[in-house]
């Protein structure tokens, strides 16, 4: 599976991005898709997961009622809405997917894209 994030960019503290996760290769629908981020100089951390069908999502409790993760298999792409976006919230994000649910585990996580930068003005 290749995996093309997209959608980062420079916006002020509040403000909203949608981050995209684009899937080619094999069949997308039978991947649990997750997103984690790079802050500089901090180890990458979980930010949210959604199983094969949408029916779960798994969210990074700082980020609980402002990030919301949607998937359109139609379309091979997952996506991760951020809105009250905060400067702690810059970093690089990815996308990743795994075969079966492992919510957070990064390492169970087969196929990473290659980040979009996500940058939060104060």
């Known amino acids: 599976v290749q995996l093309q994030a997209s959608g980062g960019g420079l916006v002020q503290a509040g403000g909203s991005l949608r981050l995209s996760c684009a899937a080619s290769?094999?069949?997308?629908?039978?991947?649990?898709v997750g997103w984690f981020r790079q802050a500089p100089e901090k180890e990458r951390e979980f930010v949210s997961a959604?199983?094969?069908?949408?029916?779960?999502?798994y969210y990074l409790d700082s980020v609980k009622g402002r990030f919301t993760i949607s998937r359109d298999n139609a379309k091979n792409t997952v996506y991760l809405q951020m809105n009250t976006l905060k400067p702690d919230d810059t970093a690089v994000y990815y996308c990743?997917?795994?075969?079966?649910?492992?919510?957070?585990?990064?390492?169970?996580?087969?196929?990473w894209g290659q980040g979009t930068l996500v940058t939060v003005s104060s």
């Open positions: 290769g094999r069949t997308f629908s039978n991947y649990a």
């Open positions: 990743a997917v795994a075969s079966s649910w492992y919510g957070a585990q990064s390492g169970r996580y087969a196929y």
């Open positions: 959604i199983n094969w069908s949408g029916s779960t999502t």
